[in-house]
Each structure stands twice: as C-alpha cells, then as structure tokens.
C-alpha cells in the first residue's frame, strides 16, 4: 500500500467477489476510484449502473463514519472508501 493511496475495503459479498479485503488506488472522485476497483476486480463489474450511479446492490462508506451517494466527491490520499452489499442487514 502507498501512502498517496485510497484504500478501498471491501466487505460481504463485495469482499467474495473482490477475491481480496483491500485495494490501495490512486486518489480521484468516487466514480474515478469505483472505475478503478472495476477494472482491478472484474466481479465487481457491476459496481455502477449504465448511467454512471452506484448500483442499488452496494453501499459505500467514508472511513466507516458516513454513508457516501455523491460519486463527485473528491477522495484524498489517505481516506478510505468501504464498499459493502447494501442487503448486508444490521
């Protein structure tokens, strides 16, 4: 892992398609950095919708802390982006 990196950690079922826990990206908007985990981890390839949104199977988290919708937003080195099934219950 880099230090200029995004760490995207998977959990659940994004996890068991991922093949991994984590992946360490370049730093970029949410939708730079989905595009990213796409085309590293081909069974998350349904990650967005053909519109460019969020597919309605997944939730993403900032650091844990705040449910992330805006694929605009800015990720800087450092932050860490979970990405988790939106069915996983609680």
């Known amino acids: ?17 991922a093949g991994r826990a984590e992946l360490a ?13 796409r085309s590293r981890c081909p069974g ?11 597919s309605p199977h997944y939730l993403l988290s900032l650091d844990g802390s705040c449910f992330l919708k805006d694929l605009t937003r800015k990720l800087g080195a450092g932050e860490r ?3 988790l099934s939106a069915d996983a219950g609680g």
């Open 81 to 83: 982006l979970v990405l």
């Open 1 to 17: 892992m880099s230090a200029g990196s995004v760490i995207v950690e998977f959990f659940g079922i994004p996890r068991l398609r």
């Open 44 to 54: 998350l390839s349904d990650l967005l919708t053909p519109e460019g949104r969020l």
């Open 25 to 37: 990206v370049a730093p970029g908007s949410v939708a730079d950095v989905l595009a990213q985990v």
